[in-house]
C-alpha cells in the first residue's frame, strides 16, 4: 500500500474517532451549553473527514487504486495511537465537562493529532505524502491555536 494511501487511512481513522467521541461526550453532558460545543466539535470532526475522503476518493479514481488498497485497514501500531489520542481525551471530558474542560480536552487532542501526522510525515517516503500530512498536521495546529483562545477567554469570562 503507497505512503498516500497509508496515511488518508490513518487521517480517515482519527477525523472518524473524534467525531465519535465528541458526539458520545455531549450526551454524557448533562449542560446544554457543553453539550452544543461538544456537537460542535463532533461536527468539525466529521467536516475534516469529508476533506480527507474527497483526497482519499480524488487519489483512487487519478491513479486507479485497486480495489483492495480501498479496503484497507490502519496499520495496528496507528490504530492503536488513534484509539489512545481519542480515549484520553474522552476520559478527559468526562471528568471535567466545563467549558473550559472540553476547550482544553479537544485542545490537547487537537495537539496530539497534530504530533501524530507530524511523526508520520518524518516517516513517509514520498514527498506527496510528506505534503499532505504536513497540510494535516497545519490544519490540527490551527484548531489546537484557536481553542486554546477559547480557554483563555472563557477563564477570563469566569474570572471576570
Excluded: W
Amino acid at each position: 500500500m503507497s505512503d498516500i494511501v497509508q496515511l488518508l487511512l490513518t487521517a480517515l481513522e482519527l477525523q472518524r474517532q473524534g467525531h465519535h467521541m465528541y458526539a458520545r461526550a455531549a450526551t454524557r453532558v448533562g449542560d446544554p451549553v457543553a453539550r452544543a460545543v461538544l456537537l460542535a466539535l463532533a461536527q468539525d470532526e466529521r467536516a475534516h473527514e469529508s476533506i480527507i475522503r474527497r483526497s482519499y476518493d480524488a487519489l483512487a479514481r487519478g491513479k486507479r487504486m485497486a480495489r483492495a488498497d480501498a479496503q484497507a485497514k490502519v496499520p495496528e501500531q496507528t490504530f492503536k495511537r488513534v484509539k489512545q489520542i481519542v480515549g484520553a481525551t474522552c476520559r478527559q471530558i468526562l471528568q471535567n465537562p466545563t467549558y473550559v474542560g472540553i476547550y482544553e480536552s479537544a485542545r490537547d487532542m487537537e495537539a496530539r493529532s497534530c504530533d501524530l501526522y507530524r511523526d508520520l510525515a518524518a516517516q513517509a517516503s514520498s514527498r506527496e505524502a510528506v505534503r499532505f500530512l504536513q497540510l494535516l498536521a497545519t490544519a490540527e495546529h490551527t484548531h489546537m491555536e484557536a481553542l486554546g483562545h477559547f480557554v483563555e477567554a472563557t477563564r477570563g469570562a469566569a474570572a471576570a
